[in-house]
């Protein structure tokens, strides 16, 4: 028998019942819809995260930890993970020891600050960081909406836009030419201190020069940039006396290092180095690393939702046959009767099942696809309303989870169709022709 | 009864059901054989084992013990592609319900045995429209069974049996249905067909005038043996 033949007869059987074909369908479009959505937002998320470090300064820079722990491995299945070392300090000395070493182009201490703040009467709080001239990227440049960057070692700030849009300045330019006055300052986690100047000490004051898009540049959270003097200073006015006295060399350590490579190709040279002194190391490929593994389960997890709605339309398609098996008992006995082989009975029912499973897959990647546009429009409107400038990929259906999809309905279809298929191979002419 | 130039040979056929606890004995031993190009009736009350016999003879079923030999080699019988092979270009089937497929048209219908064989559609249809001409229903290829009356509907099945230019016919009550002048009419067609194609042909029927009128030989069966095989009284010759 033809497969052109087979293919015909089955979709003129199905067409023959077009309510019962259709609500089987759709239960599998359900189904596949169901699937695509919640494999789409895993792939969806992961895409955003992983936007997020796609940055090219951001490949030939490693951050250098107190600890050595491999961080991706946690997620890598199956690996051996090993215990982290016990934290190694990071001083001065630390920064000194890494300059030595080829490819290095820059180092510097990596901190941020809790800070509250007042631009002139309007109180608010941020994350201040210290930056010398090397950690200035282009991508932070090019984030600059109006105004310049501040000059190394003075007592100049970069602002966020949206920062100052909450703050109720709608117009950045406006802005340019305040001063951000720090009233108190915070290790991460910490409360903020109170700052409180020592005799002949320059105030906690900075010139904001410039304004950055915090959506461009990726950070969402309000922050403030200045010089990596500045950042120093204040957060050793952070320290309360309770922790430097617990711990005296809290003042000269640093949480992190950020190095810079002068070449990506140096990479890997640069992390074995820094490893050898002791220190654990951190790229933007440990983190994709880790992104991918974790959204490996994730995605997994996702699609086994997903899936339960496929197994519902299994049992759809299988019921869907069974009923039809029973109703053509006669007409498998005259095909039979007229030379038809168990073969050729099973694959007319498989072929009616198989084509229930493209149908019902392609709608129901076409309805998932539509869902997911419509769920990225209203993220997207969401995230508008907020205030921030980009769009809302969360649901990413590619061609190949499309193409998956459908394979994987078909392979569904064909499952729940054996057994009927089987049945109906097996029916007895005799008895089926008897069959009223 | 052996004959020299026999087409088909049925030999010590038994075909036992299990009916709840009790075994049934359709059929208790029966032999004959039909020699190529005859003609022959079996008759018998119901229950009398003839639609067993035929069901036997068209490789439906299996029989319990005893075998059938066509043109001198026994039936595959536990193979199912060759039994199937067997069921489209050895034996053509006739039903007094017609078994033809609703939903298809009298031309689809006719094609069936041919899809199953692997025809092309061009050849499908040609040679089924040539079968149906000869049935005298070229006009009504189109129609849909519940459109066609039930003289025309044996046609139709007529048509589908020969359309694969088998070597065996087998017509289980084709009258069964019909009153009496479409009955003579289906059983001249049948004789014309006969003729015209040199088939084997094996009609069941209850009917004593059609199988004495239109066949030359009547086999008796009762309670699942053979009565009488005799030549038929109407003097039907070949």
């Known amino acids: 028998m033809k497969f052109s033949d087979l293919s015909e007869l089955a979709l003129a059987n199905l067409w023959r019942q077009k309510l019962r074909t259709l609500l089987t369908v759709v239960g599998v479009a359900v189904g596949v819809a169901a699937l695509v959505l919640m494999v789409s937002l895993g792939i969806g998320i992961k895409r955003a995260i992983l936007k997020q470090m796609d940055s090219t300064n951001l490949l030939t820079e490693v951050a250098v930890l107190p600890i050595k722990f491999d961080l991706a491995a946690l997620f890598r299945p199956r690996a051996k993970v090993d215990a982290p070392t016990a934290p190694k300090k990071i001083t001065q000395e630390t920064i000194e020891a890494l300059r030595g070493i080829e490819g290095i182009r820059a180092v510097y201490p990596n901190f941020n600050l809790f800070v509250h703040f007042k631009i002139d009467e309007t109180q608010s709080a941020g994350e201040l960081y210290g930056l010398p001239p090397e950690a200035i990227t282009e991508a932070l440049q090019e984030a600059l909406i109006c105004g310049r960057m501040f000059a190394d070692a003075t007592r100049e700030a970069l602002v966020s ?68 003097a500045q950042g120093v200073r204040t957060r050793a006015a952070s320290f309360d006396k309770e922790t430097l006295a617990e711990n005296p060399g809290t003042l000269g350590e640093f949480p992190a290092l950020t190095i810079r490579v002068t070449d990506f190709s140096y990479l890997g040279k640069v992390k074995t180095e820094v490893e050898k002194l002791g220190y654990g190391t951190m790229t933007i490929q440990d983190l994709i690393e880790m992104v991918e593994n974790v959204f490996l389960v994730v995605e997994a997890l996702l699609g086994c939702v997903g899936g339960v709605g496929l197994l519902v339309s299994f049992f759809g398609i299988a019921n869907t046959m069974l009923m039809s098996i029973l109703e053509r008992t006669r007409e498998i006995g005259i095909m039979k009767a007229v ?71 078909v392979v569904v279809s064909v499952a729940a169709g054996l057994y009927p298929a089987w049945r109906a191979a097996r029916l007895d002419p005799v008895v089926a022709l008897r069959h009223e | 009864m052996d004959q020299p130039e026999a087409y088909v040979e049925a030999r010590e056929l038994r075909r036992y059901y299990l009916m709840g606890r009790t075994w049934v004995q359709a059929l208790d031993g029966v032999s004959f054989a039909l020699a190529r190009g005859s003609m022959t009736a079996i008759v018998g009350r ?193």
């Open chain 1, 339 to 409: 030379g038809g082989t168990r073969r050729n009975i099973a694959s007319i029912f498989l072929v009616e099942a198989s084509a229930i499973g493209l149908m019902g897959g392609g709608l129901g990647i076409f309805g998932g696809w539509v869902l997911g546009q419509l769920g990225n429009a209203i993220a997207t409107w969401y995230a508008h309303e907020r205030g921030m400038t980009r769009d809302v990929a969360a649901f990413d259906v590619s061609l190949w989870l499309g193409g998956g999809a459908i394979v994987f309905s």
């Open chain 2, 46 to 238: 119901s229950g009398s084992g003839k639609s067993t016999l035929l069901n036997l003879l068209a490789g439906l079923d299996r029989p319990t013990h005893g075998e059938i030999r066509i043109e001198g080699q026994p039936l595959p019988l536990q193979r199912d592609v060759e039994m199937a092979a067997y069921r489209r270009r050895r034996v053509g089937l006739i039903f007094q319900s017609f078994n033809l497929i609703p939903q298809l048209t009298a031309e689809d219908n006719v094609m069936l045995p041919l899809l199953f064989d692997g025809l092309g559609r061009a050849e499908r249809r040609e040679r089924a429209r040539d079968l149906l001409r000869r049935v005298g229903l070229e006009e009504r290829v189109g129609h849909r069974p519940s459109e066609l009356s039930g003289g025309e509907q044996q046609r139709v099945a007529i048509a589908r049996a020969m359309v694969n230019r088998p070597a065996m016919l087998l017509a289980d009550e084709p009258t069964g249905n019909l009153d009496s002048k479409t009955s003579a009419e289906i059983m001249a067609l049948l004789t014309q067909m006969r003729h015209e194609l040199g088939q084997t042909v094996l009609i069941v029927t209850h009917e004593q005038d059609i199988a004495h009128q239109f066949c030359q030989r009547v086999i008796t069966l009762g309670d699942g043996r053979v009565l009488s095989d005799a030549a038929a009284a109407g003097g039907a010759t070949a």
């Open chain 1, 161 to 228: 836009g949206d920062m100052m849009k909450d703050m109720g300045f709608a117009d950045p330019a406006l802005v340019i030419g305040k001063k951000v006055v720090l009233t108190a300052a915070g290790q991460r986690g910490r409360r903020p201190r109170k700052l409180t100047l020592k005799e002949g000490e320059e105030p906690f004051e900075f010139e904001i020069v410039g304004v950055f898009d915090a959506g461009k540049y990726k950070s969402l959270a309000p922050r403030i940039y200045t010089s990596l």
